[in-house]
């Protein structure tokens, strides 16, 4: 029986390592044709930044091994696409366990990834309901690097937290570099716009 979720937030344009390490020979080959050097510079950040798909993958199959020894589940439960969404579901099933995917309808047809339980793949159109199915039954949310979306969910959640609109749980932010470069969270303190205590809504 499911009573609680983990979510696992992040980029849909994370890749697997052996994927990327794949792309960035194949741009490295192309170099010698007169590819364009941006080309191969893109292609190793996509291989240093696979590492957070490997990491989503291994902490969803830790949470699904652990999960496997309690009466009442705690399943991972992504948006269903590809990149760190896919990691998380692809770590459960790997792990022998059930996972969840809250799937969102976009112009660019996002499909659900392959390693989504069946039963348990849904399909959202509006942002505003798959979000709040994310924090219902959540007891605790796992953000990895990201581009608008991650962040749209994260400070949602941050915000609803913040203004007491939902119970706390663990939020914990995955890659301390990635999160300090994009985000001046001092700076947010230091400048009033957030209160020091603030700072403990989130792990980093």
Known sequence: RIVATIVMF?????????VARERLASAEAGAEAGADPAAIARARMAL??????????????????????????????????P???????????????????????????????????????FQFHYFALRKM??????????????????????????????????RKRPIVLVGREFWSKLINFDWLVETGMIAAEDLKLFHL
Do not use: W
């Not at 930044?49 to 496997?68: N, W």
């Not at 199915?133 to 400070?155: I, K, N, Q, W, Y």
């Open 133 to 166: 199915h994310f924090l219902m039954r959540s007891a605790g949310l796992v953000c990895f690097p990201g581009g608008f979306g991650t962040l749209d969910e994260m400070f949602e959640v941050l915000t609803l937290t913040q203004t007491g609109k939902v």
């Open 10 to 18: 992040g980029s849909a344009r994370l890749l697997p390592e052996d």
């Open 83 to 121: 990149g760190i969404m896919e990691a998380g579901n692809r770590g459960a099933a790997e792990a022998g366990g059930p996972s969840i995917g809250l799937n969102i309808v976009l112009p660019h047809e996002q499909e659900p990834n392959p390693y989504i339980t069946p039963e348990l793949c």
């Open 48 to 81: 240093s930044m696979s590492r957070y798909y490997e990491e989503a993958r291994e902490l969803s199959s830790l949470i699904t091994q652990a999960s496997m020894r309690l009466d009442e589940k705690i399943v991972v439960v992504t948006g269903g696409g």
